[in-house]
């Protein structure tokens, strides 16, 4: 034993508790005015125009009209499966969700827990050695932790810019196996499109590249039959992989792949966020069909959700002077302040509108912004009163 170490516990020095530097980076998010809070339940006696959540059919909102045709059809579907796909006896509906994907989208499909997992159980599974990620710099926090975890080689390319990832194609497809190009059909915090048909079209030039299309706020939306972006370009066939959510348009919860029988395979044994968790219950992929019947028939809200964005964004610019990236349903107003966006969502939740503001980390400084959120169910009137009420702000 040296002279310094003792068999008796050590003295008690004066230093802070465990949890004091938690405690200062809470303040330090606050003097910021980037502290996050759970909103608090709606207030029965005031309410407000929902442009905060991602139920953009509407769908979410009127789930109490299907519920008995839920109960009629899926009376068995249980509330818990007890286990992972892998171990699970519970898997009927999962696998009839599965099946009813598949035809959909004519490749097999695979059910994930949530987007969250989906994109980082396949990330993480796709980077083995001789693989390189390409991803545009907006995509999803979900993607970039995949990558991340992974410990893949990866490079982020500037947002939407063809011209900078076909050099990184160029540079790099002869130094790799695969390069899988990591992209979100629409981008849920600017809104605009990744134009995918040009991306799919670099594959005759580079053979070894792979897409990975995340339509997290396309799926539902996007599509005659409301498949996402890729069914509305036609391209599905040409995605490697399309990850879909289920907790947005689709109103109910979890998240789908879709690719070839081998990947499929492949995830199953590789995926850890698909091996290692619990499964939706039977109830939600039961409850997931139902409302995938329903999403499919709805190509009226999807007609009429486009064109509230479209109108929202002309009136914006022409009476409010405000142009934004959008070319969506999700529509961001750019403060470039964090203090001054929170203001703002405040300012229009007094006037009837619940609106988020978006700070760093989920936007960079200097790009805070309201996320306006529209869903098929809005009337013309209360987007002439949003843009009214943005327009008299100060
Ligand atoms: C683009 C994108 N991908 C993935 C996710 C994660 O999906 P989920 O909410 O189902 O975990 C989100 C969620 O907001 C998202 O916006």
Redesign the pocket.
Known sequence: MSKTESSSAPAVVDSPTPTKAYSDILSHLRDENRLREIPADPDANFSTVDLLS?DYLGLGSESHLYIEEFRRRFPDAEFTSSASRLLSRRNHYHSRLEAYLEELYGRPALLFN??????VGMIQALAIPSTLFLADKL?????IDGLRLSGADYRRFPHNDIKKLKRLLRDNHAAYERIIVVV?SV??MDGDLTPIERIVALKKDFPNMMIYL?E??GFGVRGERGLGLAEEKKVVDDIDII?G????AAAS???FAVASPAIKDYLVNTARSFIFSTAISPAQAAWSILMIEKLTAMSDRRRRLARIGHDLRQQLFRKANIETPSESHIVPVIIGDAGEALNMARYLRANGFDSLAIRKPTVAVGSERLRLSLNALLTDSDISRLVEVIGNYH
């Open positions: 991602n949530s987007g969250y997992h989906a994109n995509v999803h926090a979900s993607a979100e981008y849920s995340d997290a706020h990850m959510t289920l907790g947005k919860a979890g998240a």
